[in-house]
C-alpha cells in the first residue's frame, strides 16, 4: 500500500511538473499572455510581438488591440486582411483579422466590442460561405487546455525551446532585435505583429529571414489551400444568416461598414471561374455580396481580381494567395474613400417618422424618402417608437447614452398631452433631446394641425419646437404651414403617401446644420 502511494505521489509530481513546464513555455501558443503585449507596449519605441507568444489566442490579443487604443476604424477577416495596418501616425485603426476565421467568429468578436461609433471594413471570403469549411476554435475548453499541458509533443517541444534558449525557464521572453525592429519573443522572434494588429511577415524585418513558401498550384480540391474549397455544392444558408447577423448589428449600432473579399492570384481565378464545382459558387458568391450589404445600407468592393484595386500579381507574397504590405494598403486607401462616402441617419420620434404601413396607407415614409433623395449610401437607424411622447424619447436617449451619427431627423410630440405651451415640458424634453444626439447636421420637423385640437395651442407650439431646434443650431422643417388636410391617411392622424413625400421634401431642402 505505502509503495502504491509513492507511485501514486511521484506520478502525481511528474505529472504537475510537466503540465507547469508546458504551461510556462507554452510552446504551440495555447494561453494568452497580456504581460508581453503589455511590455511592447509600454517600449520606446514600441516593440511588435513575437507569433509564438501570441499563438492560437487571436480573439484576446485582438480585443486587447482594440481596447488599448481609441479605435475608431477597423478591419476584420481571414489572414487575407492581416497586412492591412495603420498610416503613419494613424493610432485610432485596428485589424482584428484572424487566420481561419468564420463568420461565426466574426459574429462573437464583434459582439465582444463596446457599442461606440466605428467603421467596420469586413473581409468576406468565399469559401466561407461553404458548408464544410469549419473556422479555427477560438475558445478552446478547460479539457483541451488539460490534455495540451500533459501532452508529450507539448514536453518535446518545450524542451527543444528551452534548449536553444535556456533564460525562457527564468523569464519567459525578452526583448530581441531582429533587423532594426524590437520584437518581444524568445526563439523564433521573426514572424510577428504589430500593435494595431497587423502581421509582419519575418523577410519584412530581416531579408535572411523566413519567406512564406509558394504555394503548389492544384485543382484537386481535397488539397487545395488545405481544402477549404471541396465538396461546395451550395452557398451555406446558415452561413449566410450569419452574416447578415453581423450586419444587423451593425447597424443596430450604427457602424459605417464597407464589405470586401481580397484578390487571388490569376492562375486562381482562371481555375474558379472555369471549375464545375467552384466556379457556380464563385459567380453566385459575386452576385450575393452585393445585394445582401446593400440590403442595410453598405457599400460592397468587389477585389477578388487585383487589378481592380489595382495590384499586380508580383503583390502577392506566397504565389496568389496573400498580399504585401504594399497591396493591402491600396485596398485600405479604396475602403477609406468607400466609407467617406457612405452617411449614418438616425431618426427619432413617435408614429409618425415610424411610418408603420397600415397607419399612413404608404410604402415608404418620409426617413426612408430623405434617405433616398442623398443618392448617397445611407445607413438608416429610425429609432421612432410609435406612441411615444417627447419624455419617452428622452428616456430611450439617456437610456442608450444618446446617439451618434451623421445626420438626424427629429419629429416628436404629437403624443404630449396636452399640447404643450412654449414653456412647458415639451420645449424642456426637446431642448434635451437635441443635446443627447451627436451628429453634424440635425434637422427637426414640427407638428401640423390635424384638426382635433386648439389651432391657437396647435401654433404656439410648432413654434415652439422650431425655436428649441434653432437655439440648438439645427434646422427646423416647418411642416405646420406646408400641411393641408388632404394629406392626412384614412385616421386623420398620420400623414399619408403624400404627406410623408412633403415632409420628406421640406427635410431635406433645408440648409445643413452643422454640429459637432
Known sequence: MARLVVFLGTALVLLAALATLNWWVDPFGEFWKPSAVQEARAARPQCLVSHELIGGEYLPFKLDVFRSRPTRTFVTGSSRVLKMGSWPGEGTFANLGMPV???E????????????????????????????????????????????????????????????????????????????????????????????????????LDPDTYHPAIDPFTTDLRKLRTGIYDDWTELSPARVRTLERVLALARARGWRVVGFTPPDGERYLRFFAASPVIGPRWRAFGRLMPKLFGRYGYRWLDFRDARSIPCPQTDFVDGGYHTDAACSMRMRRRLDAAARRQLTLVALGDSIPAARPRECHCRAGFVALFARALRRPVVVRNLAVPGANSAEVLKLLRKRGGVHADMALVMVGHNDTPWIRPDGSLRRNLAAILDLIHARDVRVANFYDDGRGDPGVVAEYARAICEVARSHGARCADVYHAFTPKLLAPDHVHPNAAGQRLIARLLYTLPSARRK
Open 101 to 103: 476565421i468564420s463568420p
Open 105 to 204: 467568429i466574426v459574429l462573437k468578436e464583434l459582439r465582444a466590442l463596446p457599442a461606440r461609433p466605428e467603421t467596420l471594413y469586413l473581409g468576406v471570403e468565399a469559401f466561407w460561405l461553404n458548408p464544410h469549411f469549419r473556422g479555427f476554435d477560438v475558445s478552446p475548453g478547460l479539457e483541451r487546455r488539460a490534455r495540451y499541458v500533459l501532452s508529450r509533443s507539448a514536453f518535446d517541444e518545450s524542451a527543444r525551446i528551452v534548449r536553444r534558449a535556456p533564460y525562457v525557464l527564468l523569464h519567459r521572453w525578452r526583448k530581441e532585435r531582429v533587423g532594426s525592429s524590437c520584437v518581444v519573443g524568445r526563439s523564433r522572434p521573426a514572424l510577428a505583429w504589430r500593435l494595431d494588429g497587423s502581421r509582419v511577415w519575418s523577410f519584412e
